[in-house]
């Protein structure tokens, strides 16, 4: 039982590159989120899904697309990279239900240069 | 706006210490709050969750209360072991399902 799985774990990109980082779940969760964690600001919600076919926006949503066209995957996209997005990257996923847990995949790293 | 805060920032105690970790947060009106440990490197495991109208749950040597009313949970980590040391976060969730994490503490357990 894989849980949450991403991919890639590690990227360098050039300003103005896009890419898509893709999260897994074999967990047969509704939920889905994609967080970004910098030093000092904590996880911070950039989109999440309740289900699939459906997105929504976080905290942080500008310069960042989102599709679930699957239940089990959750795709972010970054249109136009810019060094500002250089972090780290964590999706999750969750059970319906407010008090559920959540589970977190490995991250991804990814530089913006 | 919801503002997590864990303070200390870090902590380093001898193997077999017993410890406490603090996040505190601004608005009461939470649905549940929930710690994590983080691995360098890696992605947050789930340690325990708390629901509102609880007051504390317990996991092995983990043990987590909640006081609503002021703001404030704490971590409590029996007799420490060097495996424990990890970034250890907490995250409140309120009524409209938005969750906001705390910065987390850094723990060093020394053998």
């Known amino acids: 039982n894989a849980g949450v799985t991403q991919t890639p774990k590690f990227r360098v990109l050039k300003t103005g590159q896009s890419m898509t980082l893709l999260c897994a779940q074999d967990?047969?969760?509704?939920?889905m989120y994609w967080y970004r964690q910098d030093p000092g600001m904590g996880l911070r919600l950039i989109h999440y899904?309740?289900?699939?076919?459906?997105?929504a926006k976080g905290e942080v949503p500008d310069g960042y697309n989102v599709s679930r066209l699957k239940k089990q995957n959750f795709l972010l996209g970054l249109e136009s990279a810019a060094p500002s997005q250089t972090s780290v990257y964590f999706c999750?996923?969750?059970?319906?239900?407010?008090?559920?847990?959540?589970?977190f995949g490995q991250g991804t790293r990814l530089t913006v240069v | 706006k919801q503002e997590v805060t864990q303070i200390p920032a870090a902590l380093s105690v001898p193997e077999g210490e017993n410890l406490v970790l603090n996040c505190s947060f601004t608005?009461?009106?939470?649905?549940?709050l929930q710690w994590f440990r983080q691995d360098p490197g890696k992605g947050l495991t789930s340690l325990l969750l708390?629901?509102?109208?609880?007051r504390e749950q317990t996991s092995g040597r983990l043990n987590a209360s909640l006081d609503k009313s002021s703001g404030r949970s704490t971590l409590y980590i029996a007799a420490s072991q060097p495996g424990d040391s990890a970034t250890y976060l907490c995250?409140?969730?309120?009524?409209?399902?938005?969750?906001?994490f705390g910065d987390g503490t850094t723990l060093t357990v020394k053998p």
């Open positions: 708390i629901q509102s109208s609880q």
């Open positions: 899904s309740v289900g699939e076919g459906t997105t």
């Open positions: 999750a996923s969750k059970r319906t239900g407010m008090n559920t847990e959540a589970f």
């Open positions: 967990m047969n969760h509704e939920y």
């Open positions: 608005d009461s009106a939470i649905y549940n």
């Open positions: 995250a409140v969730t309120t009524n409209a399902g938005k969750s906001t």
